[in-house]
Antibody
């Protein structure tokens, strides 16, 4: 069974940094592009970042560009999101999600999310 | 402001059919051919229900179907059941390595 398990969330002051992790199992991690999607409290879903299967290309939403960095360690089956200069608007439940192998345009597996709260 | 507009809420009685619309307001939404739909129950992770406008993953009930006309995609749920009560989100790939979600629709089963 394909599984994604996020960790690393917590309460952080504005301007602070946090690194999220997403441990993958049940599928060949190195074959799948991976994503971070967030959901502010009571709000909808927002795509945050993408990384290709080999980590060679990364993409970011304008709202986080220059502050967040996505990366992966295929030897550890783990996805990361380094978040710097955090703002109150970054408060959200952060999900990692995977895309099926190949040229696909949807997310077929999601983790349960890790909550990031940015507040003084 | 999302490039995909959904109604905030829809409702229906058990056994009925409902349709949730998702209208692209931005012409950059990749010709709007890569539309997917996700179901989210309270406190749970989103679940893929429809991909590529009208394809259904294995394991998803055939009561769920997707379609598109012009710049509006639709999710139809037939034979409504209590367990279908959830939030539903449409999503589209823009073709520029950017993904956009609709604002979400709360489905209430009366």
């Amino acid at each position: 069974e394909e599984q994604l398990l996020e960790s690393g969330g917590g309460l952080i002051q504005p301007g602070g940094s946090l690194r999220l992790s997403c441990a993958a199992s049940g599928f060949t991690f190195s074959n799948s592009a991976m994503y971070w999607v967030r959901q502010a409290p009571g709000q909808g879903l927002e795509w945050v970042s993408t990384i290709t299967n080999n980590g060679g290309d990364t993409y970011y939403a304008d709202s986080v560009k220059g502050r967040f960095t996505i990366s992966r360690d295929n030897s550890k089956n783990t996805l990361y999101l380094q978040m710097n200069n955090l703002k109150a608007d970054d408060t959200a439940l952060y999900y990692c999600a995977k895309r099926p192998p190949g040229i696909r345009h949807y997310f077929d597996c999601w983790g349960q999310g890790t909550l990031v709260t940015v507040s003084s | 402001q999302s490039a995909l507009t959904q109604p905030a809420s829809v409702s229906g009685s058990p056994g009925q059919s409902i349709t949730i619309s998702c209208t692209a307001t931005n012409s950059d939404v990749a010709g709007y051919i890569y539309v997917s739909w996700y179901q989210q129950h309270p406190g749970k992770a989103p679940k893929l229900m429809i991909y590529d406008v009208s394809d259904r993953p294995s394991g998803v009930s055939n009561r769920f179907s997707g379609s598109k006309s012009g710049n509006t995609a639709s999710l139809t749920i037939s034979g409504l059941q209590a367990e279908d009560e959830a939030d539903y989100y449409c999503c589209s790939y823009t073709g520029r390595h950017v993904w956009v979600f609709g604002g979400g629709t709360k489905l209430t089963v009366l």
